[in-house]
């Protein structure tokens, strides 16, 4: 009974090895770092085995291979011979009894070592890292300790390794976006959060990838008050307007001098006072159309009128930023009441989707799971199409791409309204905005 003993012991103290090794590699740095700050017992020493990995590992590989070899050796000198000193008893040949005795009790004990001082311990590790490292790391650190030396030289030598091989530096823990994309997906998969506020996180992280073209008011759908037209013509703007704010011009688009609050114009209407739209206007900023979305975010924290005024590189007017034009890139896209009856991205009972050719081309991108290039010259799906055909398409006519075929539907003058996205069975043709050879079918 007490070799027996001593047998389980040795594959308990694996199990530990295996369970403190997979707690630590697993375990979240940041939710470590929570941890500590919170005062949890053993955090702090965690996170330092989790920085210094080599050393760790050394430490965790020094103590699963000593029990490995004890182990193997005490089963085999003491219940290998019991075992078959037992079957030679029953009247077995020795010739049988001796491997069969030796055999079963490897087999036995490597079935324990597997089941018990490995799996077992690294599901219960991947169940709760981050606790199950706070509970382990004083243990581990202070075998570190004791077997200084040994760790020392095998740290050593798996560095001297590395830098044979040319991966002397050290990796850097980083997150990227898909990660973080990824993580989202899996808390709202298992309930942690809302399909609607995977969304919104999904749009913030959008935010910060579009430059100001992509979320602006473009030039034709800005309403604005011409200075040189007649009083009467300004007061009807004013009476129709939904917007609380419009931009002020002198004659032209192009020439526009700053915006103006509605409601002081309007206020000043009602109660008899003069009407002057000049002395009205604010001073708004202007920002070139390749700026970030966030640096537009910046400006309009600081203006005096959250309106900013987008100009491209040769100076032209190409329209206006407001908070609700972010807003909307973090959300996902809604319209101003005159267009409310015009829906979004519909996906119909067939697997199609009718999209519409304001739709910012990240969020069709989300909708149907395909990948646009980082450098692309468009933002829209009427870009996208724009950038596929090479020309302004003719209703009806359709590209297949990545995957999709995509047909134009309708028509607004020159601008693409209306857009069929179908899975196509193969796509010919390059991404649009990336370089390469392909076909258009």
Sequence with gaps: MFEIAVVLLLVVINGVFSLSELAVVSARRPRLRAMA?????????????????????????????????LAGAFSGSALGGMLSATLLKAGMPA???????????????????????ELVPKRLALRNPEGLACLMAPLMRLVSRIAAPAVWLLDTSTTAIFRLLGQGGASEERVTEDDVHSLVAEAEQSGA??????????????????PVRG??????????????APEEETRALLMRTQHSRLAVGEGTVDALIGVVQTRELLAAYLAGQAFDVRAATRPAPVIPDAADALDALDVLRQAEVPVALVHDEYGHFEGIVTPADLLEAITGSFRANEDANEPGAVERDDGTWL????????????????????????????????????????????????GWRFEVMDLDGRRIDKVLAAPAAAAAVPVPGRPGRGTMA
């Design 37 to 69: 700050a919170e005062g949890r017992p053993g955090a702090a020493a965690a996170l330092k085995l989790a920085e210094d990995p080599g050393r760790f590992l050394s430490t965790v590989q020094i103590g699963i291979t000593l029990v490995g070899v």
């Design 95 to 117: 010739n049988i009894a001796n491997p069969l005795g030796f055999g079963a009790v490897v087999a036995v004990v490597t079935y324990l070592s597997i089941v018990v001082g």
């Design 193 to 210: 959060i809302e399909e609607t506020e995977r969304e919104m996180i999904t749009g913030v992280l959008r935010l910060g990838d579009r």
């Design 215 to 228: 979320i602006m008011t473009p030039r034709s759908d800005v309403h604005w008050i011409d200075l040189l």
């Design 355 to 402: 999209l519409p050719g304001w739709l910012p081309a990240d969020e069709m991108a989300d909708r149907l799971r395909i990948r646009l290039p980082e450098n692309r010259s468009f933002h829209t799906v009427a870009g996208f199409l724009l950038a596929a055909f090479g020309r302004i398409p003719s209703v009806g006519e359709a590209r297949n791409i990545l």
